[in-house]
Every structure is written in structure tokens, then in C-alpha cells.
């Protein structure tokens, strides 16, 4: 299982919206475009 993480650079680590973690690549996007952040989206393998 993978998710999709948005790290925004703009903001402090700690921050509320420093990190966001969606379930697909397609939501991540559409926040970050919406968003328009400083920052990368990233795929995360979830550790069991």
C-alpha cells in the first residue's frame, strides 16, 4: 500500500499544513494545484 504525501516548504516543520497524506496520486495533485504551495508531492510505501 502506497500513500501520497505534500510536503509545503513555505511553512515550519510542526506546522498544521507543513505535511499533507492522501490516498491517491490524483487527490494529492488537485490539493496541490488548488493549493498552489511551495512544495513536492511524493509517493510513501506504508510500512505493516
Do not use: R
Not at 505535511?19 to 494529492?28: E, L, P, R
Amino acid at each position: 500500500m502506497t500513500v501520497f504525501v505534500c510536503v509545503n516548504t513555505s511553512k515550519q516543520v510542526g506546522d498544521a499544513d507543513y505535511v499533507k497524506v492522501f490516498a491517491t496520486m490524483d487527490a494529492a495533485e488537485k490539493w496541490f494545484e488548488e493549493n498552489d504551495l511551495e512544495g513536492v508531492v511524493f509517493e510513501y510505501e506504508v510500512q505493516e
